[in-house]
């Protein structure tokens, strides 16, 4: 069964970069599938980062592609992701998922809180 | 690039049966599976439903998922509610490598 763990620092500072990794056991990242990051504002909604496949190829939100890079690492099995010039308004629960199915997200970490203040 | 749309919330007592709209903004609502998932406050989201109308196993045949292509919408159907179903509900879709969310419909069951 495939699990999903966010780690990262808790509080990151105006303007710096943000950085989370997915630690992935159950299953190794090479063998295949896509794998996603989402967030989550404080009483907000669930907002897609972007989606790596297995083989590197990276998919990113529109809205967040010109800070975003989702790598991964199949040495340590697990993903990462880096979100650049971070404000206030990237406050958020960030989970990991996985996608089994290209289309389905799951199952889902069980997320990290960063704030973005100084 | 689409949207979903969602109300933002629905409320209905113990037993009775209620129903989540998801509509899609462009482009057809069949033409790629609609996932739905429960949140439930401090917790990460699980899958209630996946490609349109399927159940994981372990979710009870009280949640059912459709599509409806002359409102090119889908809908999430939660039937004789019970106080546990309390939680938020998303749907989401997949696009040409564009994965989407809607914005979340509070479920309260009173």
């Known amino acids: 069964q495939v699990q999903l763990q966010e780690s990262g620092p808790g509080l990151v500072k105006p303007s710096e970069t943000l950085s989370l990794t997915c630690a992935v056991s159950?299953?190794?990242?090479?063998?295949?599938?896509?794998w996603g990051w989402i967030r989550q504002p404080p009483g907000k909604g669930l907002e897609w980062i972007g989606s790596?496949?297995?083989?590197?190829?990276?998919y990113y939100n529109p809205s967040l592609k010109s800070r975003v890079t989702i790598s991964v690492d199949t040495s340590k099995n697990q993903f990462s992701l880096k979100l650049s010039s971070v404000t206030a308004a990237d406050t958020a629960v960030y989970y990991c998922a996985s996608l089994l199915l290209p289309h389905w997200f799951d199952p889902w970490g069980q997320g990290t809180l960063v704030t973005v203040s100084s | 690039n689409f949207m979903l749309t969602q109300p933002h919330s629905v409320s209905e007592s113990p037993g009775k049966t209620v129903t989540i709209s998801c509509t899609r903004s462009?482009?057809?609502?069949?033409?790629?599976?609609v996932q739905w998932y429960q949140q439930r406050p401090g917790s990460s989201p699980t899958t209630v439903i996946y490609e349109d109308n399927q159940r994981p196993s372990g979710v009870p045949d009280r949640f059912s998922g459709s599509i409806d292509s002359s409102s090119n919408s889908a809908s999430l159907t939660i039937s004789g509610l019970k106080t546990e179903d309390e939680a938020d509900y998303y749907c989401q879709s997949y696009d040409s490598s564009n994965w989407v969310f809607g914005g979340g419909t509070k479920l309260t069951v009173l």
């Open positions: 462009s482009g057809s609502i069949a033409s790629n599976y």
């Open positions: 159950g299953y190794s990242i090479s063998s295949g599938y896509y």
């Open positions: 790596i496949y297995h083989s590197g190829s990276t």
